[in-house]
Protein backbone atom coordinates (compact mmCIF):
# COMPACT_ATOMS: atom_id res chain seq x y z
CA UNK A 1 0.00 0.00 0.00
CA UNK A 2 2.72 2.54 0.18
CA UNK A 3 3.93 2.93 -3.01
CA UNK A 4 0.71 3.34 -3.70
CA UNK A 5 0.12 5.83 -1.23
CA UNK A 6 3.34 7.54 -2.81
CA UNK A 7 2.33 7.67 -6.13
CA UNK A 8 -1.59 9.02 -5.30
CA UNK A 9 -0.05 11.85 -3.26
CA UNK A 10 2.67 12.59 -6.45
CA UNK A 11 -0.02 12.92 -8.54
CA UNK A 12 -1.94 14.88 -6.32
CA UNK A 13 0.87 17.58 -5.44
CA UNK A 14 2.43 17.71 -8.68
CA UNK A 15 1.89 18.36 -12.43
CA UNK A 16 4.62 17.07 -15.22
CA UNK A 17 6.32 19.71 -16.82
CA UNK A 18 8.55 19.52 -19.76
CA UNK A 19 12.13 17.93 -20.03
CA UNK A 20 11.55 15.64 -16.53
CA UNK A 21 11.15 19.11 -15.01
CA UNK A 22 8.04 18.50 -11.99
CA UNK A 23 6.40 21.80 -10.64
CA UNK A 24 4.18 21.66 -7.54
CA UNK A 25 0.68 21.92 -8.32
CA UNK A 26 0.25 25.52 -6.59
CA UNK A 27 -2.25 26.40 -4.21
CA UNK A 28 -4.89 29.20 -5.60
CA UNK A 29 -3.00 31.82 -2.89
CA UNK A 30 0.12 31.13 -4.45
CA UNK A 31 -1.25 31.34 -8.22
CA UNK A 32 -2.48 34.24 -7.30
CA UNK A 33 1.34 35.47 -5.81
CA UNK A 34 2.89 34.83 -9.42
CA UNK A 35 -0.23 36.34 -11.12
CA UNK A 36 0.98 39.44 -9.57
CA UNK A 37 4.72 39.09 -10.24
CA UNK A 38 4.32 38.76 -13.74
CA UNK A 39 1.55 41.60 -13.90
CA UNK A 40 4.50 43.96 -11.71
CA UNK A 41 6.84 43.01 -14.16
CA UNK A 42 4.44 44.36 -17.18
CA UNK A 43 3.36 47.36 -15.23
CA UNK A 44 6.41 49.07 -14.96
CA UNK A 45 7.90 48.08 -18.09
CA UNK A 46 4.15 49.64 -20.12
CA UNK A 47 4.24 52.55 -17.66
CA UNK A 48 7.91 53.17 -18.55
CA UNK A 49 7.30 53.89 -22.22
CA UNK A 50 4.64 56.42 -21.48
CA UNK A 51 6.69 58.02 -19.21
CA UNK A 52 10.19 58.22 -20.88
CA UNK A 53 7.62 60.37 -23.88
CA UNK A 54 6.67 62.78 -20.96
CA UNK A 55 10.59 63.58 -20.30
CA UNK A 56 11.42 64.08 -23.80
CA UNK A 57 11.45 67.55 -24.10
CA UNK A 58 13.44 67.91 -20.55
CA UNK A 59 15.98 65.23 -22.07
CA UNK A 60 15.97 67.93 -25.08
CA UNK A 61 16.73 70.66 -23.01
CA UNK A 62 19.55 68.50 -21.13
CA UNK A 63 21.46 67.20 -24.13
CA UNK A 64 20.50 69.80 -26.74
CA UNK A 65 19.44 67.01 -28.75
CA UNK A 66 17.88 66.97 -32.01
CA UNK A 67 13.99 65.49 -32.77
CA UNK A 68 15.86 62.35 -34.86
CA UNK A 69 17.97 61.98 -31.41
CA UNK A 70 14.32 62.23 -29.41
CA UNK A 71 12.68 59.72 -32.05
CA UNK A 72 16.08 57.17 -31.26
CA UNK A 73 15.08 57.67 -27.64
CA UNK A 74 12.00 55.24 -28.04
CA UNK A 75 12.76 53.87 -31.22
CA UNK A 76 15.82 52.49 -30.21
CA UNK A 77 13.80 50.76 -27.11
CA UNK A 78 10.70 49.07 -29.60
CA UNK A 79 12.83 47.90 -31.89
CA UNK A 80 15.34 45.55 -30.05
CA UNK A 81 12.37 44.42 -28.34
CA UNK A 82 10.23 44.25 -31.28
CA UNK A 83 13.35 42.07 -32.87
CA UNK A 84 13.77 39.73 -30.01
CA UNK A 85 10.34 38.89 -28.42
CA UNK A 86 10.05 35.91 -30.15
CA UNK A 87 13.36 34.78 -30.00
CA UNK A 88 13.16 35.25 -26.11
CA UNK A 89 9.87 32.94 -26.17
CA UNK A 90 11.12 30.19 -27.62
CA UNK A 91 14.85 30.82 -25.17
CA UNK A 92 12.80 30.43 -22.16
CA UNK A 93 10.70 27.29 -22.99
CA UNK A 94 13.51 25.71 -24.07
CA UNK A 95 15.95 27.00 -21.18
CA UNK A 96 13.71 27.77 -18.73
CA UNK A 97 10.91 30.63 -18.37
CA UNK A 98 11.99 31.29 -14.50
CA UNK A 99 15.42 31.83 -15.75
CA UNK A 100 14.76 33.68 -18.72
CA UNK A 101 12.31 35.93 -16.78
CA UNK A 102 15.09 36.49 -13.83
CA UNK A 103 17.50 37.26 -16.93
CA UNK A 104 15.37 39.71 -18.25
CA UNK A 105 15.00 41.57 -14.90
CA UNK A 106 18.16 42.16 -14.07
CA UNK A 107 19.04 43.51 -17.74
CA UNK A 108 15.69 45.41 -17.48
CA UNK A 109 17.27 46.47 -13.73
CA UNK A 110 20.64 47.16 -15.22
CA UNK A 111 19.87 49.08 -18.18
CA UNK A 112 17.58 51.72 -16.32
CA UNK A 113 19.85 52.19 -13.77
CA UNK A 114 22.73 53.12 -16.97
CA UNK A 115 19.93 55.46 -18.34
CA UNK A 116 19.41 57.24 -15.17
CA UNK A 117 23.51 58.15 -15.55
CA UNK A 118 23.64 58.47 -19.08
CA UNK A 119 26.04 61.45 -19.58
CA UNK A 120 25.04 62.20 -23.35
CA UNK A 121 22.30 61.09 -25.78
CA UNK A 122 24.16 58.70 -27.56
CA UNK A 123 24.55 56.87 -24.21
CA UNK A 124 21.38 57.09 -23.23
CA UNK A 125 19.75 55.97 -26.51
CA UNK A 126 22.38 52.50 -26.24
CA UNK A 127 21.21 52.29 -22.50
CA UNK A 128 17.46 52.06 -23.59
CA UNK A 129 18.61 49.10 -26.05
CA UNK A 130 19.57 47.26 -22.93
CA UNK A 131 16.56 47.69 -21.00
CA UNK A 132 14.90 46.87 -24.04
CA UNK A 133 16.74 43.63 -24.08
CA UNK A 134 15.64 42.71 -20.53
CA UNK A 135 12.33 43.95 -21.69
CA UNK A 136 11.47 41.17 -24.41
CA UNK A 137 12.27 38.95 -21.76
CA UNK A 138 9.50 39.80 -19.27
CA UNK A 139 6.27 40.33 -21.13
CA UNK A 140 5.76 36.95 -23.58
CA UNK A 141 8.01 35.32 -20.34
CA UNK A 142 5.12 36.03 -18.17
CA UNK A 143 2.53 35.34 -20.16
CA UNK A 144 3.96 31.74 -20.72
CA UNK A 145 3.71 31.17 -16.80
CA UNK A 146 1.03 32.49 -16.48
CA UNK A 147 -0.49 30.42 -18.69
CA UNK A 148 1.22 27.55 -17.71
CA UNK A 149 0.52 28.38 -13.82
CA UNK A 150 -3.36 28.65 -14.46
CA UNK A 151 -4.20 25.32 -15.79
CA UNK A 152 -8.33 25.57 -15.26
CA UNK A 153 -9.75 27.50 -18.70
CA UNK A 154 -11.85 29.81 -16.57
CA UNK A 155 -9.24 30.33 -14.02
CA UNK A 156 -6.94 31.20 -16.47
CA UNK A 157 -9.00 33.29 -18.72
CA UNK A 158 -9.74 35.68 -15.61
CA UNK A 159 -5.62 35.98 -15.07
CA UNK A 160 -5.68 37.25 -18.78
CA UNK A 161 -8.06 39.35 -17.91
CA UNK A 162 -6.28 40.68 -15.02
CA UNK A 163 -3.26 41.32 -17.05
CA UNK A 164 -4.35 42.98 -19.68
CA UNK A 165 -6.29 45.55 -17.02
CA UNK A 166 -2.55 46.46 -16.06
CA UNK A 167 -1.85 47.59 -19.13
CA UNK A 168 -4.63 50.30 -19.09
CA UNK A 169 -3.55 51.02 -15.28
CA UNK A 170 -0.13 51.54 -16.18
CA UNK A 171 -1.19 53.54 -19.28
CA UNK A 172 -3.49 55.82 -17.16
CA UNK A 173 -0.73 56.19 -14.09
CA UNK A 174 1.91 56.64 -16.30
CA UNK A 175 1.34 60.55 -17.30
CA UNK A 176 0.47 61.81 -13.79
CA UNK A 177 3.69 59.66 -12.18
CA UNK A 178 5.89 60.94 -14.99
CA UNK A 179 5.14 64.29 -14.76
CA UNK A 180 5.19 64.64 -11.30
CA UNK A 181 8.49 62.96 -11.02
CA UNK A 182 10.03 65.10 -13.99
CA UNK A 183 8.39 67.96 -12.55
CA UNK A 184 9.92 67.16 -9.02
CA UNK A 185 13.12 65.31 -9.64
CA UNK A 186 14.07 65.51 -13.38
CA UNK A 187 13.86 63.50 -16.05
CA UNK A 188 16.18 60.83 -14.66
CA UNK A 189 14.51 60.15 -11.85
CA UNK A 190 11.63 57.85 -14.39
CA UNK A 191 14.42 55.45 -14.61
CA UNK A 192 15.13 55.21 -10.69
CA UNK A 193 11.44 53.88 -9.79
CA UNK A 194 12.32 50.82 -12.20
CA UNK A 195 15.13 49.91 -10.13
CA UNK A 196 13.46 49.41 -6.68
CA UNK A 197 10.56 47.19 -8.51
CA UNK A 198 12.65 45.24 -10.39
CA UNK A 199 14.40 44.23 -7.58
CA UNK A 200 11.87 43.29 -5.87
CA UNK A 201 10.40 41.48 -8.74
CA UNK A 202 13.61 39.52 -8.95
CA UNK A 203 13.68 38.37 -5.44
CA UNK A 204 9.65 36.87 -5.58
CA UNK A 205 10.36 35.49 -8.44
CA UNK A 206 13.06 33.49 -7.22
CA UNK A 207 11.21 32.64 -4.15
CA UNK A 208 7.67 31.93 -5.33
CA UNK A 209 7.81 31.06 -9.55
CA UNK A 210 8.12 27.71 -10.18
CA UNK A 211 10.01 26.54 -13.33
CA UNK A 212 8.62 25.23 -16.42
CA UNK A 213 10.06 24.55 -19.80
CA UNK A 214 8.02 23.39 -23.22
CA UNK A 215 7.59 20.12 -23.77
CA UNK A 216 9.42 20.89 -27.37
CA UNK A 217 11.38 23.82 -27.63
CA UNK A 218 11.52 25.15 -30.88
CA UNK A 219 15.01 25.33 -33.07
CA UNK A 220 16.84 27.90 -32.73
CA UNK A 221 16.92 30.56 -36.50
CA UNK A 222 20.26 32.43 -35.84
CA UNK A 223 19.69 33.47 -39.78
CA UNK A 224 15.76 34.46 -39.87
CA UNK A 225 16.52 36.30 -36.40
CA UNK A 226 19.62 38.34 -37.99
CA UNK A 227 17.40 38.83 -40.95
CA UNK A 228 14.75 40.43 -39.35
CA UNK A 229 17.04 42.73 -37.34
CA UNK A 230 18.59 43.97 -40.39
CA UNK A 231 15.14 44.71 -42.21
CA UNK A 232 13.76 46.88 -39.27
CA UNK A 233 17.05 48.79 -38.13
CA UNK A 234 17.53 49.87 -41.75
CA UNK A 235 14.19 51.08 -42.38
CA UNK A 236 13.72 52.53 -39.61
CA UNK A 237 16.96 54.73 -39.65
CA UNK A 238 16.44 55.45 -43.27
CA UNK A 239 13.23 56.82 -41.98
CA UNK A 240 14.59 58.72 -39.19
CA UNK A 241 17.21 60.14 -40.91
CA UNK A 242 15.62 60.82 -44.08
CA UNK A 243 14.95 64.62 -43.09
CA UNK A 244 18.37 65.16 -42.39
CA UNK A 245 19.82 63.61 -45.31
CA UNK A 246 17.69 63.97 -48.01
CA UNK A 247 14.76 61.26 -48.50
CA UNK A 248 16.65 60.41 -52.06
CA UNK A 249 19.89 60.92 -50.92
CA UNK A 250 22.72 57.62 -51.60
CA UNK A 251 22.25 56.80 -47.58
CA UNK A 252 18.52 56.86 -47.07
CA UNK A 253 18.29 54.48 -50.20
CA UNK A 254 20.51 52.15 -49.20
CA UNK A 255 18.65 51.98 -46.06
CA UNK A 256 15.77 51.31 -48.11
CA UNK A 257 17.29 48.44 -50.26
CA UNK A 258 18.77 47.25 -47.75
CA UNK A 259 15.55 46.65 -45.64
CA UNK A 260 14.28 45.28 -48.81
CA UNK A 261 16.94 42.43 -49.35
CA UNK A 262 16.31 41.57 -45.91
CA UNK A 263 12.91 40.67 -46.01
CA UNK A 264 12.79 39.25 -49.02
CA UNK A 265 15.77 37.13 -48.02
CA UNK A 266 13.59 36.10 -44.42
CA UNK A 267 10.72 34.92 -47.03
CA UNK A 268 12.89 32.99 -49.18
CA UNK A 269 14.89 31.10 -46.06
CA UNK A 270 12.06 30.75 -43.46
CA UNK A 271 9.91 28.79 -46.40
CA UNK A 272 12.74 26.49 -46.23
CA UNK A 273 12.85 25.73 -42.72
CA UNK A 274 10.90 23.07 -40.73
CA UNK A 275 10.48 25.34 -37.30
CA UNK A 276 11.31 28.88 -39.31
CA UNK A 277 11.33 32.07 -36.58
CA UNK A 278 8.32 33.60 -38.86
CA UNK A 279 6.35 30.83 -40.93
CA UNK A 280 4.92 32.21 -43.95
CA UNK A 281 2.35 29.74 -43.85
CA UNK A 282 0.51 32.22 -41.21
CA UNK A 283 -0.07 34.98 -43.84
CA UNK A 284 -1.99 32.38 -45.91
CA UNK A 285 -5.16 33.28 -43.15
CA UNK A 286 -6.62 36.57 -43.99
CA UNK A 287 -7.07 37.47 -40.52
CA UNK A 288 -4.22 36.61 -39.28
CA UNK A 289 -2.22 38.75 -42.58
CA UNK A 290 -4.99 41.61 -41.41
CA UNK A 291 -4.42 41.42 -38.00
CA UNK A 292 -1.23 41.81 -38.63
CA UNK A 293 -1.22 45.04 -40.31
CA UNK A 294 -4.00 46.68 -38.23
CA UNK A 295 -1.17 45.74 -35.19
CA UNK A 296 1.18 47.99 -36.95
CA UNK A 297 -0.92 50.65 -37.79
CA UNK A 298 -2.90 50.91 -34.36
CA UNK A 299 0.39 51.17 -32.16
CA UNK A 300 1.95 53.34 -35.14
CA UNK A 301 -0.55 55.75 -34.39
CA UNK A 302 -0.52 55.42 -30.37
CA UNK A 303 3.19 56.03 -30.55
CA UNK A 304 3.27 58.81 -32.93
CA UNK A 305 0.40 60.35 -30.86
CA UNK A 306 2.25 59.89 -27.66
CA UNK A 307 5.57 61.30 -29.20
CA UNK A 308 3.99 64.41 -30.97
CA UNK A 309 1.98 65.61 -27.86
CA UNK A 310 4.79 65.16 -25.38
CA UNK A 311 6.92 68.15 -27.98
CA UNK A 312 3.67 69.95 -28.49
CA UNK A 313 2.37 70.33 -25.00
CA UNK A 314 5.79 71.09 -23.46
CA UNK A 315 8.19 72.99 -26.32
CA UNK A 316 5.11 74.63 -28.29
CA UNK A 317 2.73 75.30 -25.33
CA UNK A 318 4.95 75.63 -22.38
CA UNK A 319 3.05 73.18 -20.04
CA UNK A 320 5.15 71.59 -17.98
CA UNK A 321 5.31 67.56 -17.28
CA UNK A 322 2.61 67.18 -14.95
CA UNK A 323 0.52 69.94 -17.17
CA UNK A 324 1.12 67.70 -19.88
CA UNK A 325 0.61 64.47 -18.05
CA UNK A 326 -2.89 65.73 -16.82
CA UNK A 327 -3.75 66.73 -20.05
CA UNK A 328 -3.10 63.86 -21.86
CA UNK A 329 -4.86 61.53 -18.34
CA UNK A 330 -8.48 61.59 -19.94
CA UNK A 331 -6.49 59.60 -23.39
CA UNK A 332 -5.45 56.97 -20.76
CA UNK A 333 -8.13 57.02 -18.93
CA UNK A 334 -10.68 56.35 -22.08
CA UNK A 335 -8.38 53.41 -22.74
CA UNK A 336 -8.37 51.68 -19.01
CA UNK A 337 -12.10 52.57 -19.29
CA UNK A 338 -12.83 50.55 -23.09
CA UNK A 339 -10.57 47.96 -23.36
CA UNK A 340 -12.94 45.77 -20.88
CA UNK A 341 -15.45 46.61 -22.85
CA UNK A 342 -13.90 45.41 -25.67
CA UNK A 343 -12.72 42.33 -24.54
CA UNK A 344 -16.15 41.78 -23.75
CA UNK A 345 -17.33 42.57 -27.10
CA UNK A 346 -14.43 40.33 -28.90
CA UNK A 347 -16.30 37.41 -26.40
CA UNK A 348 -20.07 37.81 -27.56
CA UNK A 349 -20.05 39.50 -30.66
CA UNK A 350 -16.61 38.80 -32.49
CA UNK A 351 -13.97 41.33 -33.58
CA UNK A 352 -15.68 43.03 -35.97
CA UNK A 353 -17.57 45.98 -33.73
CA UNK A 354 -14.16 46.65 -31.87
CA UNK A 355 -12.17 46.67 -34.77
CA UNK A 356 -14.00 49.18 -36.59
CA UNK A 357 -15.36 51.61 -33.99
CA UNK A 358 -11.52 51.33 -32.94
CA UNK A 359 -10.37 52.31 -36.50
CA UNK A 360 -13.12 54.93 -36.45
CA UNK A 361 -11.79 57.07 -32.97
CA UNK A 362 -8.31 57.12 -34.43
CA UNK A 363 -9.87 58.52 -37.57
CA UNK A 364 -11.54 60.79 -35.67
CA UNK A 365 -8.98 61.62 -33.59
CA UNK A 366 -6.37 62.24 -36.33
CA UNK A 367 -9.20 65.09 -38.14
CA UNK A 368 -9.07 66.52 -34.87
CA UNK A 369 -5.53 67.20 -34.31
CA UNK A 370 -5.50 68.33 -38.36
CA UNK A 371 -6.99 71.39 -36.44
CA UNK A 372 -4.02 72.02 -34.42
CA UNK A 373 -2.03 75.16 -33.64
CA UNK A 374 -0.10 77.50 -31.21
CA UNK A 375 -3.23 78.44 -29.10
CA UNK A 376 -5.78 75.46 -29.57
CA UNK A 377 -8.31 75.41 -26.92
CA UNK A 378 -7.84 73.09 -23.93
CA UNK A 379 -11.65 72.16 -24.62
CA UNK A 380 -10.71 70.83 -28.37
CA UNK A 381 -7.88 69.33 -27.23
CA UNK A 382 -8.96 67.01 -24.42
CA UNK A 383 -12.45 66.42 -26.88
CA UNK A 384 -9.10 64.68 -29.21
CA UNK A 385 -7.55 62.96 -26.36
CA UNK A 386 -10.82 61.19 -25.05
CA UNK A 387 -12.07 60.03 -29.10
CA UNK A 388 -8.05 58.93 -29.52
CA UNK A 389 -8.23 56.97 -26.26
CA UNK A 390 -11.65 55.92 -26.37
CA UNK A 391 -10.38 54.16 -30.41
CA UNK A 392 -7.04 52.98 -29.18
CA UNK A 393 -9.27 51.36 -26.04
CA UNK A 394 -11.75 49.60 -28.12
CA UNK A 395 -9.08 48.52 -30.71
CA UNK A 396 -6.26 46.51 -28.64
CA UNK A 397 -8.02 43.89 -27.42
CA UNK A 398 -9.12 41.95 -30.44
CA UNK A 399 -5.61 42.08 -32.50
CA UNK A 400 -4.71 39.23 -30.71
CA UNK A 401 -8.29 37.67 -31.08
CA UNK A 402 -8.23 38.14 -34.83
CA UNK A 403 -4.59 36.79 -35.34
CA UNK A 404 -5.17 33.43 -33.82
CA UNK A 405 -9.10 32.80 -35.21
CA UNK A 406 -9.03 29.67 -37.33
CA UNK A 407 -4.73 28.78 -36.67
CA UNK A 408 -4.59 25.33 -35.06
CA UNK A 409 -4.59 25.45 -31.53
CA UNK A 410 -0.59 24.43 -31.73
CA UNK A 411 0.28 27.09 -33.54
CA UNK A 412 -1.87 30.13 -31.78
CA UNK A 413 1.07 30.91 -29.12
CA UNK A 414 2.98 31.29 -32.23
CA UNK A 415 0.19 33.53 -33.92
CA UNK A 416 0.37 35.59 -30.89
CA UNK A 417 3.75 36.50 -30.63
CA UNK A 418 3.89 37.56 -34.15
CA UNK A 419 0.79 39.97 -33.40
CA UNK A 420 2.71 41.36 -30.04
CA UNK A 421 6.17 41.96 -32.39
CA UNK A 422 3.61 43.56 -35.06
CA UNK A 423 2.67 46.09 -32.14
CA UNK A 424 6.15 46.79 -31.18
CA UNK A 425 6.95 46.98 -35.30
CA UNK A 426 3.68 49.81 -35.43
CA UNK A 427 5.39 51.92 -32.62
CA UNK A 428 8.63 51.87 -34.02
CA UNK A 429 7.38 52.97 -37.60
CA UNK A 430 4.86 55.09 -35.69
CA UNK A 431 7.47 57.42 -34.24
CA UNK A 432 9.80 57.15 -37.01
CA UNK A 433 7.08 58.44 -39.70
CA UNK A 434 5.45 60.94 -37.93
CA UNK A 435 8.28 62.51 -36.54
CA UNK A 436 10.59 62.32 -40.15
CA UNK A 437 7.29 63.55 -41.36
CA UNK A 438 6.79 66.87 -39.12
CA UNK A 439 10.56 67.61 -38.84
CA UNK A 440 10.84 67.56 -42.90
CA UNK A 441 7.86 69.75 -43.33
CA UNK A 442 8.86 72.50 -40.43
CA UNK A 443 9.46 75.85 -41.42
CA UNK A 444 11.22 78.60 -39.01
CA UNK A 445 11.52 78.03 -35.21
CA UNK A 446 10.47 74.82 -34.06
CA UNK A 447 7.94 76.30 -31.87
CA UNK A 448 6.17 78.62 -33.97
CA UNK A 449 6.80 75.80 -37.25
CA UNK A 450 5.61 72.75 -35.23
CA UNK A 451 1.84 73.17 -35.21
CA UNK A 452 1.70 73.63 -38.82
CA UNK A 453 4.26 70.53 -39.73
CA UNK A 454 2.16 68.25 -38.00
CA UNK A 455 -1.18 68.55 -39.52
CA UNK A 456 0.26 65.99 -42.07
CA UNK A 457 1.36 63.66 -39.45
CA UNK A 458 -2.26 63.52 -38.01
CA UNK A 459 -3.80 62.98 -41.06
CA UNK A 460 -1.75 59.65 -41.74
CA UNK A 461 -2.62 58.58 -38.35
CA UNK A 462 -6.26 59.31 -39.62
CA UNK A 463 -5.46 57.53 -42.68
CA UNK A 464 -4.52 54.48 -40.20
CA UNK A 465 -7.70 54.27 -38.71
CA UNK A 466 -9.38 53.92 -41.77
CA UNK A 467 -7.14 51.18 -42.99
CA UNK A 468 -8.09 49.91 -39.36
CA UNK A 469 -11.68 50.35 -40.02
CA UNK A 470 -11.63 48.59 -43.93
CA UNK A 471 -9.39 45.48 -42.17
CA UNK A 472 -11.66 45.03 -39.65
CA UNK A 473 -14.56 44.16 -41.81
CA UNK A 474 -12.57 42.41 -44.38
CA UNK A 475 -11.05 40.11 -41.61
CA UNK A 476 -14.22 38.94 -39.84
CA UNK A 477 -16.14 38.14 -43.63
CA UNK A 478 -17.19 34.87 -44.78
CA UNK A 479 -13.80 34.97 -47.15
CA UNK A 480 -11.27 35.89 -44.06
CA UNK A 481 -13.15 32.71 -42.67
CA UNK A 482 -12.68 30.46 -45.45
CA UNK A 483 -8.63 31.37 -45.74
CA UNK A 484 -8.44 30.86 -42.15
CA UNK A 485 -9.44 27.11 -42.85
CA UNK A 486 -7.36 26.63 -45.79
CA UNK A 487 -4.75 27.90 -44.27
CA UNK A 488 -4.91 25.39 -41.04
CA UNK A 489 -4.71 22.59 -43.95
CA UNK A 490 -1.34 23.74 -44.80
CA UNK A 491 -0.07 22.82 -41.40
CA UNK A 492 -1.15 19.34 -41.78
CA UNK A 493 0.69 19.19 -45.20
CA UNK A 494 4.26 17.63 -45.11
CA UNK A 495 6.64 20.50 -45.05
CA UNK A 496 7.95 18.72 -48.40
CA UNK A 497 11.20 21.10 -49.80
CA UNK A 498 11.59 22.82 -46.15
CA UNK A 499 14.94 21.48 -44.28
Not at 54 to 70: K, T
Not at 103 to 130: D, H
Not at 262 to 273: K, Q, T
Not at 342 to 352: C, K, Q
Amino acid sequence: MLPLARKLYSLNCYRNTTFGVRVPELSQRRRLLVLAICCLSLFVVSMDTTIVNLALPSIERDFSAGVSSLQWTIDAYTLVLASLLMLSGSTADRIGRRRTFQTGLVLFTLGSLLCSVAPNIGLLIAFRMVQAVGGSMLNPVAMSIITNTFTDARERARAIGIWGAVVGLSMALGPVVGGLLVDAVGWRSIFWINIPVGVAALVLTALFVPESKAPRARRLDPVGQLLVVVALASLTYGIIEAPHHGWLSGLTVACFAVAAAAAAGLVVYERRRAEPLLDPRFFASAPFSGATVIAVCGFAGLSGFLFLNALYLQSVRGFTPLHAGLLTLPSALAIFALAPLSGRLVAARGSRIPLVTGGLGLAVSGVLLTRLGADTGIGWLVVAYVVFGAGFGMLNPPITNTAVSGMPRAQAGVAAAVASTSRQVGASLGVAVLGAVVTTHITGAFTTGFPAASHIAWWIMAGCGVVVMALGVLTTSPWAMATARRATVLFDEPVGART
